[in-house]
């Protein structure tokens, strides 16, 4: 992304109220805890590594799914 990094567009994601439910997944090149931690300290949903592997992506999609059900029964 031209100008904006991943840290830059969780900040402004978690800073409109509006936008604040959306799950957030940093997605980074980077493996080291710092940065996981950074990402958890900001408000990220979570957090993966490139290469991806398939089934670590398979896993956050379920736990998103998992979460938006829950959240759905408890206000419907």
Same mark, same amino acid.
Request: charged share 40%.
């Given at each position: 992304m031209p100008n904006v990094n991943g840290w830059s567009t969780l900040k402004a994601i =978690? !800073?409109?109220e509006l936008f604040q439910q959306i799950p957030v997944y940093m997605y980074s090149t980077s /493996?080291?805890?710092r940065d996981r931690k950074i990402a958890d300290? =900001? !408000?990220a /949903? !979570?957090?993966f590594t490139?290469?991806?592997r398939f089934e670590e992506v398979q896993a956050i999609a =379920?736990?998103?799914i998992m979460k938006?059900?829950?959240q759905e029964s408890t206000y419907c």
């Open positions: =978690r !800073g409109h /493996s080291n805890d300290d =900001r !408000g /949903s !979570g957090f490139k290469p991806y =379920r736990q998103v938006h059900r829950e």
